[in-house]
């Protein structure tokens, strides 16, 4: 009898050995791994995948151990590619998005929820053949679960501490004047059929921009071939060894709305000598034309990978 208990206890083992993935736990201070814990913004964990599957287990969680983030990935380096249903939590761990992923790219449903549970939202995200992002809405709720947009077509509110944004939808596309209040200001919109004919915006300084174009990230006076030319310029000395850990770098800097770089954000694991070679090269790129929301000039953080060769 007690061998049989000895076998059963083994075989126990055996079964809480396997099922103890692999994984991988980083910390992220403003979107970088970061190895100061104690003042990272959130927990990225991530695990190998299940049995029969390739994609990568995604959890990641606020510092108060709530859940934030719970999807799969197809590849975690040097960026996030998501795949399938993703699930997105407030701080205080209510679920507040569930959207689908092909190849990286939000794709199919996204469907979004009041803190009190409720649905919000139901739209669907498609691309063109060229690669133009489209959202069209096709149901919207008030927070008591009335529904002012149905089939695609009914009156749109949504207002909070920080925006407001109101107006119709007919076929799923926004149609004729939208208002709305954000950081900057105010501004009413006219469209037609989905497309953006106007705008006339009030900074909060008192003064009106009008505009014929919604809004536009920045983009480099150059152009993106010149300034992707501009960072084949970084060099180091012959005798430099780059890590490899910092052969692929994910970097961000911020566009001011000046159209300057103010501030580069680099992963905490880079040499000081890659640091200074980089920044020596950002800045000698210059002026960027800045974002643009509602006719206002707007900060705007970007993200690059770029590839180092020694």
């Not at 919207?140 to 009335?146: K, R, T």
């Not at 890659?274 to 974002?291: D, L, T």
Request: hydrophobic content about 35%; some cysteine; glycine content about 8%.
């Amino acid at each position: 009898m007690k061998k049989h208990y000895l076998l059963v206890a083994l075989l126990l083992a055996c079964l809480c050995t396997s099922a103890q993935k692999r994984q991988n736990v980083y910390y992220i201070k403003d979107d970088v791994i970061t190895k100061d814990k104690a003042n990272a913004d959130y927990r990225r964990v991530i695990a190998e995948p299940d049995s029969g599957s390739i994609l990568f287990n995604l959890s990641e969680f606020y510092m108060n151990d709530n859940q934030k983030t719970i999807g799969q990935l197809s590849r975690y380096e040097p960026t996030l590619v998501y795949e399938g249903i993703v699930k997105k939590f407030d701080e205080q761990g209510v679920l507040t998005e569930e959207v689908n992923y092909v190849g990286g790219r939000p794709n199919g449903e996204d469907r979004t929820f009041y803190r009190n549970g409720k649905i919000k939202s139901v739209s669907i995200i498609s691309y063109d053949l060229k690669k133009n992002f489209s959202s069209k809405i096709i149901s919207y709720f008030d927070s008591l679960g009335n529904q002012t947009v149905k089939d695609g077509t009914g009156y749109f509110k949504e207002e909070t501490k920080e925006k407001l944004e109101e107006g119709n939808y007919v076929n799923s596309v926004q149609d004729g004047l939208w208002k709305g209040r954000f950081d900057k200001g105010t501004y009413e919109e006219v469209f037609k059929d989905g497309k953006f004919i106007s705008g006339i915006s009030t900074s909060n300084d008192g003064k009106t921009h009008k505009y014929k174009t919604e809004g536009a990230p920045p983009t480099y006076a150059g152009g993106r071939d010149l300034f992707y030319e501009l960072l084949r310029q970084i060099r180091f000395a012959d005798d430099f060894v780059i890590p490899k850990e910092s052969k692929k770098l994910y970097l961000q800097f911020v566009v001011d709305t000046d159209g300057a770089i103010k501030e580069i954000i680099f992963p905490d694991n880079v040499d000081n000598v890659i640091k200074k070679e980089i920044v020596r090269v950002f800045n000698k790129s210059g002026y960027w034309h800045p974002g643009i929301q509602h006719g206002i000039a707007v900060k705007v953080k970007f993200g690059i990978s770029i590839t180092l060769a020694e």
